[in-house]
């Protein structure tokens, strides 16, 4: 065999594995950030994609400008994850209408502050907008992964479930909760063939990012360049992640080569974690 052929080989093969034109994803919070651009991917990889968020406007655009090319016919619901009745209902309509194989579970982060300043309708709000919502659209979805041995959940959630992060201290408390839970459902499920693991984003190029950089460069009275500049000085690779980069992960444990993954924490942070 020609190295051309073995090369064409291998495309073929990585282009099996990770085929998902069978399959439905659902992104919760898809209209900008790591979950636009996960959905992106999916859809590139040929998954049908529900979005889900709270700007119907901003979900319009991000499923009209997703790829379609094997006959996918994306749609999107809003919804507001603060509120959970609303996001029950949400669910509920969803999984009567689709067939969910892929669940990514995925939600602005609450706002920067020290935990001992933070009121506790901060830690409910976020309690609801992360584990609660997450765990409504998990349950809403496992019936169909379970009859179907076969299914993917994936969380994104932070590095500070290895190691908290200063001044995100209701962040530091919910993620915490989150990785516990991911990690005890990923065990219950994986008798059914389905898996559930966490991506654990770093600094990345998102409006969220920018917030908190605006917000340390006030309360160190520093420009926004210093501020930055600083952050990156933190990552060995000396950068902050494009958003496509955490989508990338999440197409890999969505597609066949994960099957035997499950129930773990990948970062994705250029290093910057402090533990294995």
Partial sequence: ???????????????????????????????QGIGKAIAAELAKAGATVILVSRSPEKLKA????????????HSYYATDFFDLSQTQ??????TKNHQIDILVNNAGGPPAGAVSSAKIEAFEQAFTAHLKTAHVFSMACLPHMKNNAWG???????????????????????????????????????????????????????KRLENIIAAKAKKADQSLAQITEAM???????????????????LFLAS???????????????GRTPCL
């Fill in 232 to 250: 990156k000085s933190q990552v060995p690779m000396g950068r902050f992640a494009e958003p496509k980069e955490v989508g990338l992960v999440a």
């Fill in 152 to 206: 993917r959940i994936i969380n994104v959630i932070s590095t500070s479930v290895k190691a908290p992060l200063k001044n995100l201290g209701v962040s530091n408390t919910i993620r915490g909760a989150m990785g516990n839970w991911s990690k005890t459902l990923a065990t219950e499920v994986a008798p059914f063939n389905i898996t559930v693991n966490n991506i654990l984003p770093g600094a990345t190029q998102t």
């Fill in 89 to 94: 209902n949400i669910a509920g309509e969803i």
């Fill in 62 to 73: 991000v499923s009209e400008a997703l790829i379609k090319s094997k006959g996918q016919m």
């Fill in 1 to 31: 065999m020609s190295e051309k052929q073995e090369k064409g080989q291998k495309i073929k093969y990585l282009c099996r594995v990770n085929d998902l034109k069978d399959k439905t994803a659902l992104v919760c919070g898809a209209s």
């Fill in 256 to 270: 066949h080569m994960a099957s035997y993954v499950t129930g773990i924490n990948i970062p994705v942070d250029g």
